[in-house]
Each structure stands twice: as structure tokens, then as C-alpha cells.
């Protein structure tokens, strides 16, 4: 399946946001990109992007850089899109060009820059720079979002400041919003300890989330990981709103990095299927959420 406009009467699922690599210190677990393709049959998702994550030495937990990304991809063309990656403090300045390594990486194919999780604050000078890099060159930016001091993901504060001033002053920059803390933020209320954490229940309304995407053109976000699902489940009614008023540009994805995921069904699969099913979404939500805002924003 191609997931084109022109079999808008089948249903596509288009993963924004996988993994291939050799996960963690030990390096035991080494997910290839035929264990991926196995993966995406098995769950039944027919095409994927795949997300660098070893530029940052944060992301060395799972060992795949651009190159490795662009080769793997290089197999299976019609299903697996790259993405490409740059560190911010190469060059260590707030002026570093980056223009020569985007272009490369455009031209070879990539559609976006990602995974995104250097331990700085999302609004720093270095960071900055190079998202308006990366905007000039229309390709969005997917960060993972921890505020934590230790391992890591970008930074902010309670209620998303820097983000918002991140937003405003690289409009032309497409935002992909992940990880704990983003997503802690559809709340309006976060309880202590939990910015960087799961936390359960009820949804407050107000939250930094629901606001900035209302309010921000550039702010996209990606179902992904047990962040992505615990948000969107864990008051389903809300999420069923939440998924209704951002159906333009919320895109379905798993950060799926183990090959032994195989032997289950992701639960953002599962709850995607429900939504189908029993008729929860109306139909043109779900096929915009499950491919067709990835395919319009990636311009494939
Ligand atoms: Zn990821």
C-alpha cells in the first residue's frame, strides 16, 4: 500500500516517528531495519520514518546516526522515509552555518530533523540557530521533552515558556511536540514530581499543550511512546477532544526501538484500531491522524 491520495478509500497507517539501532550501553539488542519492516507487517503500518538519535551523545542509548538511517532506508524506499540529525553545540556558536550539512541531508532524501533530545533548554542560542536552519530548509523538528537534569531530552519550565518563545520567534519552523514533559502539559494541573513523569486521571483544562497548539501554527505533536499514549488515554473523553479539535496536526507514531516489540501490538495500534472500530473519531480524523498529516507535512 502506498498510502497516496489516491487510495483514500483504504486505511493507512504512516508512523512519523520509528527506530532502528543497537540499543544501550550492553549493545546486546541490535534492531535492524528487516526487523523493523517485520515490525511495521506485524502492526499492520505501511510506511515509517526513521529517527537518528546517536549525534547527541544523550542518544547514544541507541546507536544509529543519519548515515546509518539514509542506508537502511536506502532498502526499502516505498516504505521507510530518514530523517536526519545534527547536534546544536557543533561549531559551539549561536551563529554556526549549517546550511552545507541540511542540504546534503535534504537531497539525500531526508524529511525532517529528529529526534531532537540535547539536555539544554529548548530556547537556547544554539538550539535556536539551528531550528531556523532547519525551517528555511522546510524541514520540522521532532524533540523529545524531559525536564530532568540527568540523561536526556530538551528542557522547560512549568507551563512551556520556553517553548512559546521558541514558537514565536522561529515561526517558519514546524514543531513536532514529544516525550514526558510535553506531554505531562495537557494538564493544566501537574502533580509534584510528575513534570517528567506519567501522571494519571483527569485532565485539567488549560493545560500549556491544548493552548500552544490553538495558538501556534508552527506546534505539531506526535502520538508516540507511553507519553504520547498514557495523554491520550488516561481521560478518554478528553482525548477523544483533544484528537477532534488537533486532527490537522496531530500525526500517528510508536518510538518503537525494540525488536522484541514484535511480540506485542503497540497500544497506540490498539487504540487507534478502537477509534476505528467502534466509531469513536469521525473517519476523516482518523485517516488524517493515522497518514495523511505526516504525508502533507513531509510533502511526500
Ligand atoms: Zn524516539
Known sequence: MSCSENNKTQ???????SH???VERARQEFMDVTNLIGKMDAWGIDKACILPLSEHPEGAYLEADTEDIIAACAHYPDRLVPFCLIDPRFGNRPDMDFTDLLAE???RGCKGLGEFLPKLDIDDALCLNLYRQAGKFGLPVLFDMQDHPFGYGIRDDYGLPKLEHTLQICPETVFIGHGPTFWAE??????AGQHNGYPGGAIQLGGAVPRLMRNYPNLWADTSAGSGYNALTRDPSFGLEFADEFQDKLMFGTDSCRRSDINITAPIVAWLRDLRENRKLSADALEKIAWQNCRRLLGI
Open 186 to 191: 495537557i494538564s493544566a494541573d501537574i502533580p
Open 105 to 107: 541531508y535534504q537531497a
Open 11 to 17: 486505511s493507512c497507517l504512516f508512523d512519523v516517528h
Open 20 to 22: 532502528i539501532g543497537r
